[in-house]
Each structure stands twice: as C-alpha cells, then as structure tokens.
C-alpha cells in the first residue's frame, strides 16, 4: 500500500493514533479504486520521510473504516487533513501538489 513511513489508521485505532498523538498528524483518505488517490500516493510517501520524526503520517481508507469518514464529513477522495492537539488545521481536498503540504507542515512544526 504505502512506504514504512506512512502508517494505517483505522476506525479503532484513530482516536489514540491521531486525535490524541503528541505531534501533528496528516491523514490521507483515500481508497483503492480513485486513481487520484494513487497518483497522491508517492507524495504522501516523500511527505512522510522528509518530516520523520516532526509529523505523522497515514492513510485511512475510507471504504474499509466508515466511521471517521463520515465523523469528518469526508464527502470527496482524496482529502488530506492535518491535525495538531487533535484539531483540523487544514483540510485539502482534491490533488493538491506537494508544495501546499510542505508549506503548512512547515508551520505546524516550528
């Protein structure tokens, strides 16, 4: 599915895994048949090896874990949201290319 770096959230494990984790969080939702989705895949990748450490990263796939999808309105794939201390920063919605990741993962760890 994805690198080492990027982790797999689930609707058991979000809560602890995101909403309550220590460092920023940025969760992809995607699904395996949006090929927007896989075409986000390898910047999800580099995403997560350039902020090792600083953020986490994940994806989520919203047809096997319903529960988050809905809580989070998640209407369109791929959406991406950052979280920090639990709260959405930022939520993108659609292709977004790799520099409008960084700039905001790089206001959410200084």
Known sequence: ???????????????????????????????????????????????????AGK?????IDTDANRNVSMKFGISAIPTIILFKNGQVVRKFVGFTPKHEFVAELDKVVK
Do not use: H, Y
């Open 1 to 51: 599915m994805a690198s080492s770096a990027v982790l797999e959230f689930t609707d058991e494990n979000f809560e602890q895994e995101v909403l309550k984790s220590d460092r920023p969080v940025l969760v992809d939702f995607w699904a395996e048949w949006c090929m927007p989705c896989r075409m986000l895949a390898p910047t999800i990748d580099e995403l997560a090896a350039q902020f």
């Open 55 to 59: 953020v986490k990263v994940g994806k």
